[in-house]
């Protein structure tokens, strides 16, 4: 799972197999490590109607609901997009979307492969990355 974050927005893109482990109720939880500390992430099923936010003492929780991640995972659709109000009136967009494979081999990070990921819609339409 790829975490992404830019001002009030969160983006999290998933491979297929961490698609498949979301849709079967199973959470998905990375770690990134730092010197001095562990920043946690993690995906969550919810029984709850709605996507919802956390973040606390390193540990970034999103939920979302069961029957949402569900039926994504078994269509086509590429993303879900939810909205949550925040204190100070703005508010947190998340995005949770299917990661696709480079359309211009070699150009991702060495760490960064294209195992596991979807073919992109526009694969042979000469366009990079």
């Known amino acids: 799972m ?5 001002e009030n927005t969160i983006r999290l893109r998933l491979k297929r197999g961490e698609v498949d482990q979301i849709a079967s109720g199973k959470s998905i939880v990375e770690e ?3 010197p001095d500390s562990v920043l946690t992430y ?3 099923v919810s029984d709850d109607d709605k996507f919802s936010t956390s973040f ?7 939920s979302a609901p069961a029957s949402e991640l569900t039926q994504w995972a078994k269509t086509d659709q590429v993303s ?3 909205e949550q109000a925040l204190a100070n009136s703005g508010t947190l967009s998340l995005l949770i979307e299917k990661d696709f494979s480079c359309l211009a081999p070699g150009h991702h ?5 294209d195992d596991d990921t979807y073919p992109h819609p526009e694969a042979g339409s000469g366009n990079g990355c």
């Open 32 to 34: 990134t490590h730092f």
């Open 2 to 6: 790829k975490l992404r974050i830019r």
């Open 42 to 44: 993690r995906l969550d």
């Open 80 to 82: 879900m997009v939810a």
């Open 109 to 113: 990070r060495p760490d960064d492969d």
């Open 56 to 62: 606390n003492e390193n540990n970034l929780v999103i």
